[in-house]
T-cell receptor, first 112, second 112 residues
Framework: GENVEQHPSTLSVQEGDSAVIKCTYSDSASNYFPWYKQELGKGPQLIIDIRSNVGEKKDQRIAVTLNKTAKHFSLHITETQPEDSAVYFCAASPGGTYKYIFGTGTRLKVLA | NAGVTQTPKFQVLKTGQSMTLQCAQDMNHNSMYWYRQDPGMGLRLIYYSASEGTTDKGEVPNGYNVSRLNKREFSLRLESAAPSQTSVYFC???????????FGQGTRLTVV
């Protein structure tokens, strides 16, 4: 079945620096790769997603890159701010199924 | 604009008791999901419903049952609660394949 691995589990960066979180997936038929942000006491919310027909997508300070050959995708946050501190999850949706599998999460701390 | 609504928000059960977690969405989404979130374990899929009238097992279905009551509602039942089921439960919905999932605020369940 589909397996999604996420690294690192925790990440501390200085305000203004960049943060990178990586995920790998096992099902080569997967074709949708979202990233979610979860703040304390709330449900996860989508921040960016990418489909398998593109290699990179950017939205202001956030970008996602996809390498289908290596079966991994990454979240890049530039010019980090204290409000970026949260838990981030990647997910994958195996091709042809409605399953939606999440990585184990990365706790990002942005130090002022 | 309510989105995904879960009830209750908090619940304490004694071992062996039963209860049903309710979830309703007002976005006319076809697919609905139940996840549990434990520290360091990310979001694990319990059951999902691709469309009204269908349900399928996820990664950790043992000890749970679900009912897709109609297009709006998807309930999760614990027949005989165990301490290992202490967790935060999230319901989510999405329109279909390769689309964003929207999450409820979660139900914090403690089994003593």
């Amino acid at each position: 079945g589909e397996n999604v691995e996420q690294h690192p589990s925790t990440l501390s960066v200085q305000e203004g620096d960049s943060a990178v979180i990586k995920c790998t997936y096992s099902d080569s038929a997967s074709n949708y790769f979202p990233w979610y942000k979860q703040e304390l006491g709330k449900g996860p919310q989508l921040i960016i997603d990418i489909r398998s027909n593109v290699g990179e997508k950017k939205d202001q300070r956030i970008a996602v890159t996809l390498n289908k050959t290596a079966k991994h995708f990454s979240l890049h946050i530039t010019e980090t701010q204290p409000e970026d501190s949260a838990v981030y999850f990647c997910a994958a949706s195996p091709g042809g199924t409605y399953k939606y599998i999440f990585g184990t999460g990365t706790r990002l701390k942005v130090l002022a | 604009n309510a989105g995904v609504t879960q009830t209750p928000k908090f619940q304490v059960l004694k071992t062996g008791q039963s209860m049903t977690l309710q979830c309703a969405q007002d976005m006319n989404h076809n697919s609905m999901y139940w996840y549990r979130q434990d520290p360091g374990m990310g979001l694990r899929l319990i059951y999902y419903s691709a469309s009204e009238g269908t349900t399928d097992k996820g990664e950790v279905p043992n000890g749970y049952n679900v009912s897709r009551l109609n297009k709006r509602e998807f309930s999760l039942r614990l027949e005989s609660a165990a301490p290992s089921q202490t967790s935060v439960y999230f319901c989510a919905s999405r329109q279909g394949l390769n689309t964003e999932a929207f999450f409820g605020q979660g139900t914090r369940l403690t089994v003593v």
